[in-house]
């Protein structure tokens, strides 16, 4: 019984820690103003842009385009491409569709998907103050990435995500 009781304990306060108190830590620290953007950094934030893909290379190149000409600000430092071991094509095929040192192409592991490539182009990313995990059909209007980063490196947002629609000229802003 004495066994039982011990067992109730630890895992109430293991409900307790995990549910209320960590979380009100980080409400705390956030609003104290403790993040990485908070620290009186005059330097642009690094942004590393990640792309998971089994698309045709065409697709894929185009959004190395648009990552790297839509917002110049938004400081993408590195560009990484996660190709899905099930894709169609190789990584050679992605890697001619990229101007040498743009973009860095890395293989997910087998048995393939979406979270094996992103995996491969996360690990294969450099350090880097924000990752942007962008999809190969989305395409982003200029200034969209930097207002992002801007939200995100002000605090109280740790992250972003979601479906958006594009507006009739085909832009996400």
Sequence with gaps: MTGLLSLSIAASLALLLTWIVYPLWCSIRTRQGQHPGSRGEDRKSRVAAIIA?????????????????????????????????TSAWSLRDYSRVSPPGVATFVAGAPPGGKATALNAAVAASPP????????????????????????????????????VKPTNAGFLG
Excluded: C, Y
């Design 53 to 85: 893909t089994r698309d045709e290379p065409a697709l894929v190149a185009r959004r190395i385009d648009n990552l790297t000409h839509a917002d110049p600000a938004a400081n993408i430092t590195s560009i990484v491409v996660g190709v899905d071991a």
């Design 128 to 163: 880097s103050d924000l990752i942007l995990i962008a999809d190969t059909a989305q395409t982003f209007a200029p200034g969209a990435i930097r207002h992002l980063v801007d939200a995100i490196m002000a605090g109280g947002w740790s992250g972003a995500s979601g479906v």
